[in-house]
């Protein structure tokens, strides 16, 4: 293996060539008018037709009155104009009535646009609004390469082929798209992380996005699932960069550092409008209804976990150091995400 394929240079994706259609006007405009984030995860809805065992939201109460209202939303992408990326997320981003819409207007003020989706609500039709809307990316989630396990593991029937043929309308239609997939310990040693990776292919996607287990969500106390050093080693052993990447394109494909977030330039807007670090951490510093997008960021970049040693090194939710401080230290009958 090239040593040089997983350094941690930031010039990766530069390097080897992501499958995304650039615009340079857009670029140029975003380097020049860049705003206080780069990349902006925004949950947008809780709703969803899935319970999946291992949601990374499934621990926040939906209760869908208190969502950010369109304007609410198109505000803060106004905030944080220009973001390099905007990646719309739920919950089931494809419930919002108004995601066309939102769509749109994100991308006119960022250089691409993704959508986060279990893929049953798209058809063809779905698939082709979303495309003329502006999307540059569908990530579809596929658990399993199995049929009956990924819809044992998303607890809805049928899920799975409406996955599969979301991958399908999409592409049909010219819209990129990349097949997201949760590695466990499990499909690590019996081989189906690779299925799902030649099943991509087979479908000709765009590539595969993984996320590397993480005690968060419905998975918080269970530390157990995280990968040992020489487990992480055998999935970049197996991982071929621009085709298959980890958590997205702009990120650290050489270890579990979250670049985003060392780097300060990586966020999320819960459905709410909680500003927290990422939307693994249950940790909130504001509320975009009550003061603007910068303040909530001047007060969370400059809070002593921003400093922790972990944050340079590792996904701050797999280290025991800052969950003994942060996360285990969590009133366990507090509402999350639970406010800093």
């Not at 949950?43 to 999946?52: E, K, P, R, S, W």
């Amino acid at each position: 293996m090239e040593p040089s394929r997983y350094r941690d240079d930031g010039a990766l994706w530069l390097e080897k060539g992501i499958p995304l259609d650039l615009d340079l006007e857009k670029l140029v405009d975003w380097i020049g008018k860049k705003g206080p984030v780069s990349y902006l995860m925004f949950g947008i809805t809780y709703q969803c037709q899935c319970n999946c065992r291992h949601c990374c939201t499934g621990n926040y109460q939906k209760e869908k009155h208190r969502e950010l209202t369109t304007e609410e939303v198109k505000d803060v992408l106004d905030q944080a104009n220009k973001t390099l990326a905007v990646n719309f997320f739920g919950g089931e981003p494809t419930l919002r009535t108004d995601l066309m819409e939102l769509i749109s207007y994100a991308s006119d003020r960022s250089v691409f646009v993704f959508v986060d989706t279990n893929g049953i609500c798209v058809t063809k039709d779905f698939a082709q609004q979303l495309k003329d809307s502006g999307l540059d990316l569908l990530y579809v989630s596929i658990d399993s390469p199995y049929a009956e396990q990924h819809d044992e593991y998303r607890r809805f029937k049928g899920c799975f082929e409406k996955a599969v043929q979301a991958v399908k309308n999409a592409l049909d239609v010219g819209l990129k798209c990349v097949l997201s997939t949760y590695i466990t310990k499990e499909s690590l040693s019996n081989g189906d992380f690779e299925r799902v990776i030649q099943m991509a292919k087979d479908l000709d996607a765009t590539g595969v996005r993984y996320l590397l287990p993480t005690p968060a969500g419905r998975w918080l106390h269970n530390v157990d699932v995280r990968l040992s050093p020489k487990e992480e080693e055998r999935v970049r052993e197996i991982v071929e960069f621009p085709f298959v990447c980890r958590d997205f394109y702009f990120q650290n494909q050489a270890s579990s550092k979250c670049r985003g977030v060392a780097d300060r330039e990586y966020i999320y807007i819960s459905p709410y409008g909680d500003l927290q670090p990422c939307c693994f951490m249950p940790l909130s510093f504001g509320n975009v209804r009550d003061e603007p997008l910068k303040v909530l960021l001047d007060r969370m970049w400059s809070h002593p976990m921003y400093s922790e040693p972990c944050i340079f090194s590792e996904c701050p939710m797999i280290s025991e150091e800052f969950r003994n401080k942060y996360i285990d230290t969590i009133p366990p009958d507090a509402k999350l995400p639970f406010r800093m």
